[in-house]
């Protein structure tokens, strides 16, 4: 009943690639992740963050390199590894011609339990991720939230070691969101081992304990979210947004105004540890922008920095 | 409403348990029945009534005027009882196809439940064979109460009637594991249409079910042998009428290419599904 | 002219029929690419006449035609052909379709948000399905007559005909449609198309049923179109065709009107 204590990284990944053909989708990632640790991935659409994780979920042959998963090689054991497993795929996986809870029990009878424990389990997650009224309806009808919610329950039928979830608020309305955050993070505090992607800042900083930055199939940075921020940002950020073709007439004017300058299309931005006092600083050049934010660092600008462009594009 | 933590027990890393795959197998059959649970009622009247339907326009209704003008056409067999086992057996067959095709497409592109079920213990092999597990016992449930109609109506020349029934279901493994395996590159219902049309229909119409194979053209003969429907047909009425013994090599053969259609689509459909899952 | 008025009330035509049109030319639009789906309508009453009327055929012999006359078994079942496949071929696309486009392809939730109107989509629907038919009638007109299956020039008239028994039966099907809830409820056309498919004089004179039944299936829809087809294609005209003809044309427009009446609970949900 308790958790494994001893050093073994719960999952372990050495070189690890993956290719579809000519295409190189993960390139010879090194990565642990411990026992109780919250883990992210964080990168832009195409990262090969998806591709690190159908790989980690057994799902996706390994092509080159180590993976071990609680110390198993999935290639070798990918079923008993799942079944320790639970996994919120990128896109929903729900049965729409069964009920909420049927999706529930059905998926606990593949992990081998009992009809009763199925059921019990069942409902005692429906209550968790709060769709307990919603048991005997249609997955169909539900909000994209609630089948996020209905597909975390599911994941966490088989009182999983690790649990895997891929993009798990992409396209939910801040509420939904927040709900979901809260459900994790509950998680986290019972010891369930995470492991995310996301392309949400905010997320990863809410969320992960440690993370890894993921551009174009390579690991590109690692650390904790402050740690990050510490390493390639600095405190404070000044944004100087100019009206429209004012920017491209101001060469040779922002040098020195902080520790870096990032030119944006649509605004600069200055790095420094006291970002009022850069903002003072443009404006005594006789700067004069349309507006100006000053705001603490964040992983944004972390990423940013590291693959020189916006995760807007 | 009272939630603090989730029902959530950790367990030891090194808790992992072995499991057989037939055991995921089960599961996997299991969720065909669940489906089948709350949809059943939508399929009763293609699966039941339409048939008997058919059974009693063209066996009974032009049975009556094929009997009138050629009594000795068959054999001397009432065209109804000629009738009735192939048309239980090419009913099977459609209804086998369509199981072969929607929940297919469904689980790899509709829902994804197939998805879903491989990021669990379940193995390709346990998805694949679920499924195609359930489409035989479709055929079994839609041959038995049609075999049971057939008797009802007097129009079962001996009790071999019964054999028909698996016969049907060798005969839906037959179709169904081609039809799944092909489904699988699929991502709309576009080509099934055409499968429908060009395929189904005519086998349907042209398979030895509504009057002999020796009445095609010679030149569209040796079709019926390439495709396994006629097969089916062939076996099914020859047990029922009670005819095995008179060509006791042809059933034998029919019965081989029965079954290597069967295991042929077995294989396939589990190769494909493999194939798409393990990306 | 006050007739013309009532009827404009009462038909979608009043809601903006004018741009119908614009749905007929999307639908053409579709198949424009999807050509092989529209050719294999075209083939479904072929395969049926070659295995039921030359297969099945051959051990039938001669059956009673529309005058009581023997007449093969071929010559019977053709023109019966034609208007299952006109009926099929309505029910189809005015059922299936239209629900498919409404409640998942969200085709009309487009089409809606422009000039059109919800009688704009009914009719042109419907118009859709009529001239669908008539491109399948006169395929299956011209093999009918290679192959001989044709005994007299009234057989034109089976063209429009069979356009009739369209109109009719996508009128009713849209009907049907307005008041669908999911797939489930398409059992019940199918519970009605099927019997009707295959009792009502198609595969076998309707002589064979008692008096009391046979005269059932004379009022059935698909018998008149079966009746109305054979008797056009074989040439034996009496003044019952025209009670096929009225039967028909009145179930279109009662189908009409009750699209008419419910076509916002259908298209504006």
């Keep these: 009943m308790t958790p494994d204590e001893s050093p073994t990284p719960l999952i372990h990944a050495r070189g690890l690639t993956k290719k579809f053909g000519e295409f190189t989708a993960v390139d010879a990632v090194d990565f642990d992740v411990a026992s109780g640790e919250s883990f992210g991935f964080l990168g832009p659409n195409g990262a090969g963050k998806t591709s690190t994780m159908r790989m980690v979920g057994c799902v996706s042959p390994v092509t080159a390199g180590t993976l071990r998963i609680l110390g198993l090689d999935p290639n070798v054991d990918g079923p008993r590894i799942r079944g320790r497993l639970g996994v919120v795929p990128q896109q929903d996986t729900l049965d729409t011609e069964l009920s909420v809870r049927d999706n529930l029990v059905i998926y606990a009878r593949y992990f081998g339990m009992s009809h009763a424990e199925a059921r019990t389990k069942a409902d005692a997650l429906l209550e968790f991720v709060q769709l307990a009224e919603r048991a005997k309806d249609k997955v169909e009808p539900l909000s994209g939230g609630m089948k996020r919610r209905l597909t975390i329950a599911r994941a966490l039928i088989n009182d999983p070691s690790i649990l895997l979830l891929d993009e798990p608020t992409t396209g939910l309305d801040p509420q939904a969101r927040h709900l979901l955050w809260d459900r994790l993070y509950r998680l986290k505090q019972q010891g369930v081992t995470l492991v995310l992607t996301t392309h949400y800042m905010d997320e990863a900083e809410q969320l992960c304990d440690r993370l890894v930055v993921m551009d174009k199939a390579r690991i590109v940075a690692e650390g904790s979210p402050l740690q990050l921020i510490e390493r390639y940002s600095t405190r404070e950020v000044t944004e100087l947004r100019f009206a429209v073709g004012v920017q491209e007439t101001l060469d040779g004017q922002l040098e020195g105004l902080g520790e870096r300058i990032e030119r944006l299309p649509d605004r600069v931005l200055v790095y420094s540890n006291d970002g009022e006092a850069a903002a003072a600083a443009a404006n005594q050049r006789g700067l004069r922008p349309e507006t100006v934010l000053v705001r603490r660092s964040s992983l944004e600008d972390v990423f940013l920095r590291l693959t020189g462009r916006s995760l807007v594009d | 409403m009272a939630v603090s933590g989730a029902p959530y027990r950790l367990r030891s890393a090194g808790d992992l348990p072995r499991r057989s795959p037939l055991a995921g197998l089960g599961a996997a059959y299991e969720h065909m029945w669940l489906i089948y649970r709350r949809t059943w009622r939508g399929s009763i009247f293609g699966s039941f009534v339409q048939p008997v339907l058919f059974l009693l326009a063209m066996g009974v209704g032009l049975g009556t005027y094929v009997d009138t003008a050629s009594p000795d056409a068959l054999g001397g067999v009432p065209y109804i009882q000629w009738l009735a086992p192939a048309l239980l057996v090419s009913t099977v067959m459609q209804g086998s196809v369509f199981e072969a095709t929607f929940p297919v497409l469904g689980g790899f592109n509709w829902d994804r439940r197939y998805h879903g079920m491989y990021a669990t213990p379940l193995t390709p092999f346990a ?153 | 002219m006050t007739a013309l008025l009532a009827a404009q009330r009462v038909l979608p035509i009043g809601l903006g029929g004018r741009r119908a049109w614009l749905l007929i030319e999307r639908n053409l639009f579709v198949y424009r690419s999807g050509w092989l789906v529209l050719l294999s309508g075209f083939f479904e009453p072929l395969f049926y006449l070659l295995s039921i009327g030359f297969g099945i055929g051959g051990m039938v012999g001669d059956v009673p035609g529309p005058n009581g006359e023997l007449i093969p078994y071929a010559v019977f079942v053709a023109p019966a052909l034609l208007a299952t496949a006109s009926m099929n071929g309505a029910i189809a696309e005015s059922t299936f379709n239209v629900f498919f486009k409404l409640n998942y392809a969200k085709t009309y939730d487009a089409v809606l948000s422009t000039p059109m109107a919800p009688g704009d989509v009914a009719l042109g629907e419907i118009g859709w399905a009529v001239i669908r038919s008539s491109l399948y009638a006169i395929g299956f007109m011209v093999v009918i007559l290679v192959m001989q299956l044709v005994q007299s020039p009234w057989a034109v008239f089976a063209i429009p005909a069979a356009m009739l028994m369209s109109f009719a039966f996508a009128a009713v099907g849209m009907a049907a449609t307005t008041f669908m809830r999911s797939w489930q409820d398409f059992d019940l056309i199918n519970i009605v198309i099927m019997p009707l498919f295959l009792f009502s004089g198609t595969f076998f004179p309707i002589t064979s049923y008692p008096p009391a039944l046979q005269l059932v299936v004379a009022l059935t829809p698909l018998y008149q179109g079966v009746d109305l087809l054979r008797s056009l294609i074989l040439g034996h005209i009496d003044a019952t065709l025209l009670f096929h003809v009225v039967y028909l044309v009145v179930m279109g427009l009662a189908g009409l009107a009750v699209v008419a009446r419910r076509l916002d609970r259908l298209l504006l949900k």
């Design chain 2, 127 to 279: 998805i694949a064979f679920g499924q195609l597990g359930w489409v035989v016992t479709r055929a079994l449930m839609v041959a038995s109460i049609f075999a049971f109609v057939i008797l009802l109506f007097g129009a079962a020349a001996t009790p071999g009637i019964v054999l028909a029934i698996p016969v049907a279901m060798l005969t839906a493994l037959a179709f169904a594991g081609p039809v799944a395996a092909f489904m699988s590159t699929q991502r709309d219902t576009a080509a099934f249409n055409s499968i429908w049309r060009f395929g189904v229909t005519p086998l349907f119409l042209f398979s030895g079910t509504f009057f002999p194979i020796d009445r095609l053209p010679d030149f569209l003969q040796p079709i019926a042998w390439v495709l396994p429907l006629w097969h089916g047909v062939d076996l099914a009425r020859a047990l029922a009428l009670g005819t095995v013994g008179q060509q006791p090599l042809l059933h034998l053969a029919h019965l081989v290419i029965l079954l290597a259609g069967a295991i042929v689509g077995l294989v396939a459909t589990y190769v494909m599904f493999k194939r798409k899952l393990e990306r």
